[in-house]
C-alpha cells in the first residue's frame, strides 16, 4: 500500500520524492482564483507535516507571487524538500527576450527564481513550454552550465512534443550533458492522449511522468454542470477558474459525461470524485507523482486520501471505457491481428520483459 511519506525514485535519477507533489499554482491572489498568504501557509505546513517533500512551481504562477510564498514557507526546512520550478514564460510584457526557451531567457529567470524562492539552488528546473524556434543544444548546453554551477540539481522539461524530447536526451546522453529526469504532462481521464507517446517515451528514455491537472482543471469534481459549457472563454488565466477550465478545453460534452461516471465510481467506493480521479492517474506504470493543487486546506486534505483509493476491476474498465480515446497511427495499425501476424511470422511470442 502506498503512504504519502512511501517515496519514488524520479526518473533515472536517485531522487527520492512523494507520490503525489504540491501544485502552487493557487499560490496568490494575482488571477483572481488563488488562496491568499495565510491559507497558502496552511496548506504548504500540512502538505509537508504529513510527509510530503516534493513541491511544484514555475517562474510566472500568480506573476511570481506563487515562488515567493513558497520561498517565505520553506525557511527553515528548505533542505527536505524537492523544490521544481520551470522557466518559459514571459516576465516581461513586450520584452522578447523575457520568455522563450533560449540561454538569456533560462538564466534570468533561474537568477530570478533563486531570489524569489529564498536558496541558492533549485533541485529540479523544468523548460515549460516548446517555443519551436531555440535549437535544442543550446537548450541543453545551457541546462548542463546551470547544473555544472550547481544552481540547478537536476532537469526535466514539460508540455513539449515526445518526439522533440527523445531527440533532447538522445543528444544529452550522447554528449555527456545532465539528461533529463522529469517530464510533466497533462494526464487525466479527459485527457489521455499522453499514453500515445509521451508516456511511453518517458518509460523508455527514464523521465519520470508527473501529471498536471489530474483533476481536469476541476472538472472531474463534478462542481460543472452542462449549463457552464456556455462560459465564454478568454486566454487570459486570471479571472475564474471556470475560465481556466473552459480555455485549457477541459470543460466539454465529452469531459462532463467522464466526470459522471467518475462520481458513481466514487459513490461505490466512498470516496469522493476527487480521490478517485487522482487514484486513477496513479495506476499509469510510468506516473511518478500526480501534481495536486488546492486553493483550500480542506481541498488538500481530500486530495491527498487518493493515496487510500483501491479499485476493483470492474471499477477500472468502467473508467476506462468511458474516458478511452484512439491512439492513432501506427499504435491502432500495429495492434491489429493482421499486422501481428504478419510481423511474428504466426509465433506466438511470450513476452518477458
Do not use: C
Not at 535544442?136 to 555544472?148: C, F, G, K, S
Not at 550547481?150 to 555527456?176: E, F, H, N
Not at 483533476?215 to 488565466?237: I, N, Q
Request: no cysteine; aromatic share 6%; net charge negative.
Amino acid at each position: 500500500m502506498t503512504t504519502f511519506d512511501t517515496y519514488r525514485l524520479l526518473g533515472r535519477s536517485g531522487l527520492r520524492v512523494s507520490p503525489l507533489a504540491l501544485g502552487t499554482m493557487t499560490f496568490g491572489t494575482d488571477w483572481g482564483w488563488g488562496s491568499d498568504k495565510d491559507e497558502s501557509r496552511r496548506v504548504f505546513d500540512a502538505y509537508v507535516e504529513r510527509g510530503g517533500n516534493f513541491v511544484d512551481t514555475a517562474s510566472q504562477y500568480t506573476e511570481g507571487t506563487a515562488e515567493t510564498l513558497v520561498g517565505e514557507f520553506a525557511a527553515g526546512r528548505r533542505e527536505q524538500l524537492v523544490l521544481a520550478t520551470k522557466y518559459s514564460m514571459a516576465r516581461r510584457p513586450g520584452d522578447p527576450n523575457s520568455g522563450g526557451n533560449h540561454r538569456k531567457s533560462m538564466v534570468q529567470s533561474v537568477e530570478a527564481s533563486l531570489r524569489r524562492l529564498r536558496t541558492d539552488h533549485i533541485d529540479l528546473l523544468y523548460l515549460h513550454a516548446w517555443d519551436f524556434t531555440t535549437p535544442v543544444e543550446e537548450i541543453l548546453r545551457a541546462m548542463d552550465d546551470l547544473v555544472r554551477m550547481g544552481k540547478v540539481l537536476y532537469v526535466g522539461i514539460s508540455d513539449t512534443p515526445a518526439w522533440q524530447v527523445s531527440r533532447m536526451q538522445a543528444i544529452a546522453d550522447l554528449r555527456g550533458w545532465s539528461p533529463l529526469i522529469a517530464l510533466q504532462i497533462e494526464y487525466s481521464l479527459i485527457e489521455r492522449t499522453g499514453e500515445r507517446d509521451l508516456i511511453p517515451m518517458g518509460r523508455e528514455l527514464g523521465l519520470g511522468v508527473i501529471p498536471w491537472s489530474p483533476l481536469g482543471s476541476g472538472v472531474l469534481t463534478g462542481k460543472y454542470t452542462r449549463a457552464d459549457l456556455t462560459h465564454e472563454v478568454s486566454a487570459d488565466p486570471s479571472g475564474t477558474r471556470k475560465n481556466v477550465a473552459a480555455a485549457n478545453g477541459s470543460l466539454t460534452e465529452r469531459s462532463l459525461g467522464i466526470a459522471e461516471v467518475v462520481k458513481r465510481v466514487a459513490d461505490e467506493l466512498g470516496a469522493t470524485p476527487s480521490q478517485v480521479a487522482i487514484a486513477w492517474t496513479l495506476l499509469e506504470p510510468g506516473v511518478t507523482a500526480p501534481i495536486v493543487g488546492a486553493r483550500t486546506l480542506a481541498q488538500l486534505e481530500d486530495n491527498l486520501g487518493a493515496l487510500d483509493v483501491r479499485f476493483s476491476d470492474a471499477q477500472r474498465a468502467t473508467l476506462a471505457e468511458a474516458s478511452a480515446v484512439d491512439l492513432g497511427f501506427p499504435h491502432e495499425f500495429l495492434r491489429r491481428p493482421m499486422s501481428r501476424g504478419v510481423i511474428s511470422g504466426g509465433v506466438t511470442l511470450e513476452l518477458t520483459r
